[in-house]
């Protein structure tokens, strides 16, 4: 298909495409309010159809226990690679209502921008994939490759029917590559690609020693107080250069290459900028490293809360029974979330005095992941990237984690591509959730290129 | 008066005493539940009939604004010492009433104790003051000395009301020493007089840093996180040797006197027995002294509670955006609660490193309290002790703080004796409480003794 015809056509269809993805919008698919269930059917119907209007073939909405997940596929490609395309129709809450300067879930135009809750996140850039599928079939060209499309409604609360799913239907869901595209570029006209995420590992503290809260006065200074000993183990935890201090936590990190580093030190980055948008006093981290290498390249440790003893209005003179911490590590490349949660157990078993008890409770943990720079999907993304946007895209990682994208790698063994066309101040949980147009016009040609590019 | 006819009769007397004491202890007079407001009023007139029928004169009920005060004097000894007697007619709460093995207002004698709320704290005690009084009259000697009655119905609520009438009537409660019954013995058998109790400061800490807790995917590892400073800024209150590490603390601490220190030493101590009492894994605290002495004489500092971020049930990857900390310091003799909050916020702002914004609320505070040893009023308490229980008795302090000790202190200048009857562990907030019987019928005579020896 020649880039120019495609361009054009998607250009000559913009009213078009507004109209139709205002229409999913408007469908009120909340997935955290339990009285919007028949919204979330509702959408997922709509969106069916738009998948048939668009040609492809077995569409099926599938019963989970929760919202319904739709599959589709068009596979007639034979001897190309199989395209898994994943993406979300549910959308976060509203509230606060009287922030949003248009109705939510009336799309509109504002600027270079569309306002609307899932504008971005994710009903946005789904539609995108349907729309660079239906340009092939338009422009009467051959679809490139094979693609399976799926869709789930419970991205924003947990995707829990999700990952059963891709574990029972392997075979349905078998593919090369995985696209999705629901994450950010790193700024307007800034092609990116997302190539890392870390992972996980979450664990709860608690030092105890007295049964009971005890009468300060009567026991205050003669036995051990148990936010004492919380507070030397939390103090403990890093050294002074900002570096978790667990035996051997950094042993399975693997040096990043100067070259990704050079890449990352070449994007746009403002402590000013990052300091509004966080809020913070001051960035702040492991010595040695920039910002953005903190939070993409480097494991880390937080405590994501405390508490002990009285923590009501006023002033009660007790010493608290236990204190616990909720503690989580963000995991990258080659880390292991078992090795690391035995590490941190044997580490506080090491230091925690006699005077107390400690136990330590293992939650959830993800591993991290990552889609090495140089491997043919990335390269193929690249290269439709720089075709539609006219420059080389950034290479950038997230610091969080996405869950399905471990599913999707560990139960197909495929490549994910995160190939996300939304901004990182477009609102995408809060009020005037928002699109930038460019990207939603360039992202569908992006995608239909980037089929052609996996092609080949 | 002759003491062993005083003894005598107080022996003759012991079943009426009951009777009398058991229809005090039968309203029940709990000052936290707002239901018995009536209850507190009938006790209160209760207690005023016995102290009219044993012959004090001027008995008053005070109207407060919550329960009512009750006031009566005797003032006929010319040239004597004036007494100020304090004590307090409201008692805890039941519950758990399933817990008691006999109805909590029926007063009920098992084995060598009188088992009933109140019994103890603070009903028996004050009622032992009254047949105290009783005793010389009923056996037609003079009243050695001037005396004064003040007892209040909310000291388990906090005598809200009781200060403010202090400050207002100093002229009324003029008085050369206060007694109070209302604290316990060391042991059984074992007369006890407690001469200093420690004072106390209070605030709470709150660091922070973003406006609002942040995902800690997106800001991880790139700012400072509140409870790490926190948990930092508590880790340096104490050094290894457990001595508070806020400059200047210690500079008012006046070293006890070696004979002082033999004193505690010499009073029957049980590690076995602590632990069982406080439950705690091992007994901690200040290098260099033991743990009556770190409860008494030694200033302490502890957390009495801490929060911040996520508290609640499960995971959750935030960086909180701030975190508090309630700190309590017991106080010794000598020390000042104001210097000492200053001298703690100075430090703190020493220490909080540049990458957070921290805050101090300075809270209550009380001063600490110390009736010297070779006091003569302490001398004659021990005195009137030694002549009853016939042994010299054990000088103990408090580790906790009796405000109305301070207000007393402060209002009239009067030296506080505290002489109470009571034991360590005769559940005097919780079922079952009880008092034992020899202390009961021996703290009689003691009182009487104690005016007598107050006289001379």
Not at 366 to 380: D, F, M, Q, R, S
Not at 398 to 410: K, R, W
Request: overall charge negative; aromatic content about 10%; glycine content about 8%.
């Amino acid at each position: 298909m020649d880039y120019n015809e495609l361009s054009a056509y998607v250009d000559s269809r913009k009213r078009e495409y507004l109209n139709e993805l205002s229409g999913i919008i408007r469908i009120e698919s909340v997935s955290a309010d339990p009285s919007k269930k028949k919204e979330m059917v509702r959408c997922a119907e709509s969106i069916s159809s738009l998948m048939r209007e668009a040609g492809i073939e077995n569409v099926t909405l599938f019963e989970t226990g929760g919202n319904p997940l739709i599959y589709g596929d068009y596979k007639h490609a034979e001897g190309k690679p199989t395209v898994l395309v994943y993406g979300h129709y549910d959308v976060q809450p509203v509230d606060p209502l009287s922030e949003w300067e248009t109705p939510p879930f009336e799309a509109t135009v504002r600027g270079d921008d569309l306002y609307a809750r899932g504008s971005s996140d994710d009903k946005g850039q789904l539609f995108m994939h349907l729309k660079a599928f239906e340009a092939f079939r338009k422009l009467n060209e051959e679809i490139p490759v094979n693609l399976k499309y799926i869709f789930e409604g419970e991205e924003e609360i947990g995707s829990i029917h999700l990952e059963p799913f891709i574990r029972s239907h392997g075979e349905l869901l078998k593919a090369d590559v995985v696209v999705i595209s629901d994450t950010a570029m790193y700024g307007r006209d800034m092609p990116t690609i997302c190539y890392g995420l870390r992972g996980m590992a979450y664990l709860e503290i608690t030092v105890s020693n007295s049964a009971i809260d005890l009468h300060s006065g009567s026991f205050g200074g003669a036995i051990d107080n148990p936010v004492h000993v919380l507070a030397d183990i939390v103090s403990r935890l890093h050294d002074k250069y900002g570096r978790v201090t667990v035996p051997h936590f950094y042993d399975d990190v693997v040096d990043v290459p100067t070259e990704e580093r050079e890449e990352i030190a070449r994007l746009p980055y403002s402590d000013a900028e990052f300091l509004r948008q966080s809020g913070a006093v001051a960035t702040f981290g492991e010595y040695g490293f920039s910002t953005n290498e903190r939070l993409w390249i480097r494991p880390t440790l937080d405590v994501n809360g405390i508490y002990g003893g009285f923590t009501g209005e006023g002033a009660k003179t007790i010493i608290p029974s236990k204190a616990t911490a909720k503690v989580s590590m963000r995991l990258v490349p080659n880390q292991s979330s078992a090795k690391i949660l035995d590490l941190f157990e044997i580490f506080i078993n090491q230091i925690v005095p006699p005077t107390v008890k400690v136990a330590i409770k293992k939650m959830h943990s993800g591993e991290p992941a990552l889609t090495p720079i140089n491997h043919p999907a990335v390269k193929a993304a690249s290269a439709a990237l720089e075709r539609v946007f006219g420059r080389k895209p950034y290479f950038i990682r997230e610091g969080g984690s996405i869950p399905e994208v471990l599913t999707f790698q560990e139960t197909l063994g495929a490549p994910v591509v995160l190939l996300g066309f939304g901004l990182p101040d477009e609102n995408s949980h809060a009020p005037n959730e928002h699109l930038y147009l460019r990207h939603f016009f360039d992202g569908i040609k992006t995608l239909a290129v980037l089929y052609q590019e996996l092609s080949s």
